[in-house]
């Protein structure tokens, strides 16, 4: 199995519903969030790629368009958790490439989020 990852990078704020008042995330806040999607193939295409990591541009814009510099909470259907954008991020992946196997999310350097079905 071949495997290849690319990262991204966005910066957004959120308020994380359903969590006590006192909690630090139940508050508007935001992070530079790290994305990573990992591809997988049996075989590599002619050239000897899972797939060009510049094929990858769409997922980018995806990102730039629809989360970098927003209320993450305007825009998600649902919870703002860095597991639930992973989930969104990774469906938006899949229907672009079905070599997606998993998106990781990350809100600091010391933490991941990751969905893989």
């Known amino acids: 199995m071949y495997t290849i990852s690319k990262r991204f ?3 957004a704020s959120h308020i994380i519903e359903g969590l006590p008042a006192g909690h630090q995330c139940s508050r508007l ?3 530079n969030y790290v994305v990573e999607v990992v591809l997988a193939a049996d075989r590599l295409d002619a050239v000897g790629f899972v797939v060009d990591y510049g094929e990858l541009k769409p997922l980018k814009q995806i990102i730039d368009g629809e989360l970098d510099h927003r ?3 305007d825009v998600l259907p649902g919870p703002t958790t860095a597991e639930a954008i992973a989930r969104y991020l990774f469906d938006r992946a899949r229907a672009l490439w079905p070599q997606a196997v998993a998106v990781r ?5 010391a933490t991941w989020a990751e969905y893989r079905p």
């Open 105 to 109: 999310v990350s809100e600091t350097p």
């Open 9 to 11: 990078t966005f910066s």
């Open 71 to 73: 209320h993450l909470n």
């Open 29 to 31: 806040h935001g992070h």
